[in-house]
């Protein structure tokens, strides 16, 4: 981790994690944020580094009969238990509607449609 010096107005010195300042002034602490494509490896990566930041991450995974969760079942565990899991297919209109339902910030990364 990268930790600074800082010095405030009074000539106070403190020790600053620098990445802990970041995602305080980014803010993603107690947003809603909806991943689509959570599964992928773009959007797994993306989904635990939220949820790392204190993000509420709904991750809208393209259902699969036996559960997998693609990249999503890569993640630690205690990552993973702090995730909204949505199983389903991007096409469908209502899921995606509802999966939307009290969301802040939208990362679509979802490509939709049949896989190579």
Not at 58 to 73: N, V
């Amino acid at each position: 981790m990268l930790d600074w010096i800082r010095i405030s107005k009074e000539g106070i010195f403190d020790k600053v994690n620098v990445q802990q300042m970041l995602s305080e002034r980014l803010g993603w602490r107690g947003k809603h944020v909806l991943v689509t494509g959570a599964g992928g490896f773009i959007g797994s990566h993306l989904t635990e580094r939220l949820v790392a930041e204190g993000a509420d991450v709904r991750a809208f995974c393209l259902y699969d009969s036996q559960g997998f969760l693609g990249w999503l079942d890569k993640i630690p565990p205690e990552s993973r238990e702090n995730l909204d899991v949505v199983l389903g297919d991007i096409r469908d209109g209502r899921l995606v509607e509802k999966a939307c339902s009290d969301i802040d910030v939208i990362f679509h990364l979802e490509q939709g449609g049949e896989r190579p």
